[in-house]
């Protein structure tokens, strides 16, 4: 089947968080919406199926995951990624920031340090701090258009620190990291034995040849200190029905996981998860051709930035559907860029809520319909061709 990702499909007055009219205002005078991380494309007929059949029956009681989930969350990590999960050591949580607030309260105490590399998505310090812990960061660098690791940073702030968040893909950056440095950072955190929390939640959107590796597939020594998070969320535009798989090998890390969980009461819906299980059992050629249509949207918005509008320097996505944009030729005060966004008639996110430091940076989201997104552009070009003459 060949899905259709270039048709416009009108968001608004739908709850969609990324099109209310709260956040971009409404009429003639609305903004164009490049900001929360969720796509514009109509999911699989297998996963609206599912939750029809679901929603049909129409007795909503309590409920349990799906006794096919496990299995299906499984295969996916297998088939795409090449990472052998067993399926006991799956559980379910409603999206990764709760999860990154479950493995924050069930692997530190109090006033203990969480390493973090910045610039980076907003939950990850944010949920470490609101837990009382302390948040270290050790930032990334811009290197010929290219966010590394600045691996002695790293090496000397994990002494520190008790838990590592990572993010791969990531998130704002959109690196795909390699084996290397993932190896790298492996074996830093095995010298001193720090526990590691990794979001994947972008794992199937790598672009160029990248290719994803989960972390926890390295080694056995890795899968028994990490935690890995990820969902059908961002492949399958499923994500306001908060679902997410998390994958724990050791045993102990994932009893202390799991009671932290329950103590909170922290429940997945069922619609949630009869997505996931459709989506990870029939959507291999749906995330097959929305990688292809996210990677024409990242070359066509690139294409566009360099030739049209001066002032932003695009940072090449190796995977996800952000574009991180280097915009301080425009020659703007910090406090001031969100403003030429929305004088332009768009909302991005602003790149200091992911604690890049400089304040010139902004998150694009590309995951529209090719119609959207060339409109979108074609305002920016116009309101910095009108800064800069």
Known sequence: MTYDFDRVIDRRGRNSAK??????????????????ADTDFETLPEVKQALSDCVEHGIFGYTLPPEGCPAAAAR??????????????????????????????????????VLINTPIYTPFFEMAERCGRQVIESPMRLINGRYEFDFDDFAQK??????????????????????????????ICEENDLLILCDEIHADIVFDGHRHIPLASLSPELARRT???????????????????????DPEIRRRFIEVKERNSINTGILGLVAMEAAYLHGDAYADQVCRYLQANRDFAVDFFRKN??????????????????????????????????????????????????????????????ATLEQGLTRIEAAAKARLG
């Open 19 to 36: 099109w209310d009219r709260r956040f971009i205002g409404e009429g003639e005078n609305a903004l164009l919406p490049f900001w929360v």
């Open 76 to 113: 996916w990590q297998q088939v795409r990624h090449g990472f052998h999960v067993e399926e006991e050591w799956i559980s379910f949580l409603a999206g990764i920031d709760c999860a990154i607030a479950t493995a924050v309260q069930a692997l530190t105490q109090p006033g203990e340090a």
């Open 158 to 187: 994990a002494k520190q620190a008790k838990l590592f968040l990572l993010c791969n893909p990531h998130n704002p950056t959109a690196r795909c990291l390699t084996r290397e440095e993932l190896e790298k950072l492996g074996a």
């Open 227 to 249: 935690i890995t998070c990820t969902s059908p969320s961002k492949t399958f535009s499923v994500a306001g029905l908060v679902a997410s798989v998390i994958i724990i090998p």
């Open 309 to 370: 509008i001066p002032g932003i320097t695009p940072i090449v996505p190796e995977a996800t559907f952000l574009l991180w944009l280097d915009c301080s030729g425009l020659g703007l005060p910090r406090e001031k860029l969100e403003g030429f966004f929305t004088s332009a008639g768009l909302r991005l996110s602003g790149g200091s809520a992911y604690r890049e430091p400089t304040g010139q940076f902004a998150r694009l989201n590309f995951g529209c319909a090719r």
